[in-house]
T-cell receptor, first 110, second 115 residues
Framework: TQLLEQSPQFLSIQEGENLTVYCNSS?????LQWYRQEPGEGPVLLVT?????EVKKLKRLTFQFGDARKDSSLHITAAQPGDTGLYLC??????????FGKGTKLSVKP | NAGVTQTPKFQVLKTGQSMTLQCAQD?????MYWYRQDPGMGLRLIYY???????DKGEVPNGYNVSRLNKREFSLRLESAAPSQTSVYFC??????????????FGNGTRLTVT
């Protein structure tokens, strides 16, 4: 069974701090996607990483795909209250459907 | 464009009652999905429809049925609701299920409580 483990499960920080969340698996994935979900809404795609070792930047967010394509990380620089939400990673499973991690719930306090 | 629209937004049912959750997308996507989201469990796939006219079971299909009414609409039916089906249900769509790099587009969910 392919699993994606996300850590930490919860993270509460002050505005301006930096943070990193992780998405790990013992399985190789052809690509990984990161979504952000705000309260009362559905998840929205942030980025897809495809190549091992790839780094993608989206303003203050930096996404990295591990060389072996088994793990990924999301680093946020100078977090803002607007970054608050549930961050989900997802990868294509062997059955052809997306497998989601359980998410990291981030709270950024002003 | 509205994207993916789900109705209703909230619903309370008594054990044994039935209901249908509606989902429609206006992006001309071929593939549609139903997920449930529970605390500590993440998003789990209930059923999906890779293309119009086809439906398949996902990870947690028991107690549910689906209908792909046309390319736009994909409904989820609970024939006899149980408290274990209390959850937030999300419909999603994607251009083609086979392209795993294409993102899922989610609706804003239906919050269902079964008492």
């Amino acid at each position: 069974t392919q699993l994606l483990e996300q850590s930490p499960q919860f993270l509460s920080i002050q505005e301006g701090e930096n943070l990193t969340v992780y998405c790990n698996s013992s399985s190789v994935f052809s690509s990984l996607q990161w979504y952000r979900q705000e309260p009362g809404e559905g998840p929205v795609l942030l980025v897809t990483v495809v190549t091992g070792g790839e780094v993608k930047k989206l303003k203050r967010l930096t996404f990295q795909f591990g060389d072996a394509r088994k793990d990924s990380s999301l680093h946020i620089t100078a977090a803002q209250p607007g970054d608050t939400g549930l961050y989900l990673c997802a990868g294509a499973g062997s059955q052809g459907n997306l497998i989601f991690g359980k998410g990291t719930k981030l709270s950024v306090k002003p | 464009n509205a994207g993916v629209t789900q109705t209703p937004k909230f619903q309370v049912l008594k054990t044994g009652q039935s209901m249908t959750l509606q989902c429609a997308q206006d992006m001309n996507h071929n593939s549609m999905y139903w997920y449930r989201q529970d605390p500590g469990m993440g998003l789990r796939l209930i059923y999906y429809s890779a293309s119009e006219g086809t439906t398949d079971k996902g990870e947690v299909p028991n107690g549910y049925n689906v209908s792909r009414l046309n390319k736009r609409e994909f409904s989820l039916r609970l024939e006899s609701a149980a408290p274990s089906q209390t959850s937030v249900y999300f419909c999603a769509s994607s251009p083609n299920r086979a392209d795993m790099n294409s993102p899922l587009h989610f609706g804003n969910g239906t919050r269902l409580t079964v008492t």
